[in-house]
């Protein structure tokens, strides 16, 4: 594109400029232009070699400036914090005198736990007939045992035989289970059947999370 030959760095340009106005006054009649013509590029060059180091001085100056600024505050800050740990353990400092001073006051008061808003993902091992063995995690760390926060443990529903279930309405209640895995006896009449599970997360005060997918497996015969 017409223009992209000047380079747009600073220092790049100065090269360059450097390079076309000492090549054009050193070959002006093979290029087929006079002194004359090179009078506005050699007067701006003048403006532009006078104020790019000027500029150039004044940006190093203003990093070093910087550079020293951050390790005055690093210092300050190094200095302050031991002198803040020890305020915070010492008995003599009330929660007024730690938040005229702009430093942390503790919160003494537990913060509630909603209700869970995460949902459980469950597997089912089929392996042993008439027996399921539900694992269950939570989506969000679905590789781990443990649960979300203020969870008690998993509630979990099925619907045996049919179609999957299209509302929690249509399975029956199993178990609360607060470890996984949960394992889940069928008599023989079920077997060959399809088991269809939804999980919910409970909290600690008896809230109720959002439903799971539904997981359906063969119960073996």
């Known amino acids: 594109m017409a223009g992209n030959y000047i380079p747009a760095p600073d220092a790049a340009f100065d090269t360059w400029q450097a390079n076309f106005v000492t090549y054009a006054n050193a070959n002006l009649i093979g290029l087929g232009i006079v002194a004359g013509d090179m009078t506005p590029v050699v007067t701006a060059q003048t403006v532009w070699t ?3 180091p000027a500029h150039a001085s004044a940006q190093n100056a203003a990093e070093a400036a910087r550079q020293l600024k951050d390790d005055a505050r690093a210092a300050f800050e190094a200095a302050i ?38 949902r459980p993902v469950a ?3 089929t392996r042993q007939r008439l027996r399921h063995v ?20 998993a509630e979990i529903w099925v619907k045996i035989g049919g179609a999957a279930p299209v509302d929690p309405g249509e399975c029956t209640f199993v178990a609360l289970d607060t470890r996984t895995p949960h394992t889940l006896e069928f008599a023989g009449a079920d077997g060959g059947k ?28």
């Open 50 to 52: 006078t104020r790019y």
């Open 123 to 125: 597997t089912v091992d």
């Open 81 to 118: 914090r031991p002198l803040v740990r020890r305020l915070q353990a010492s008995t003599a400092v009330d929660d007024g005198e730690r938040a005229a001073l702009g430093i942390t006051v503790p919160d003494t008061t537990p913060t509630p736990v909603g209700p869970p808003t995460t």
């Open 194 to 221: 399809t088991a269809h599970y939804m999980l919910r997360w409970v909290s600690t005060r008896g809230e109720k999370g959002p439903w799971s997918e539904t997981v359906s497996a063969t119960i073996g015969a």
């Open 134 to 153: 539900i694992g269950f995690a939570d989506e969000g760390t679905p590789s781990q045992k443990s649960k979300p926060a203020g969870v008690i443990g």
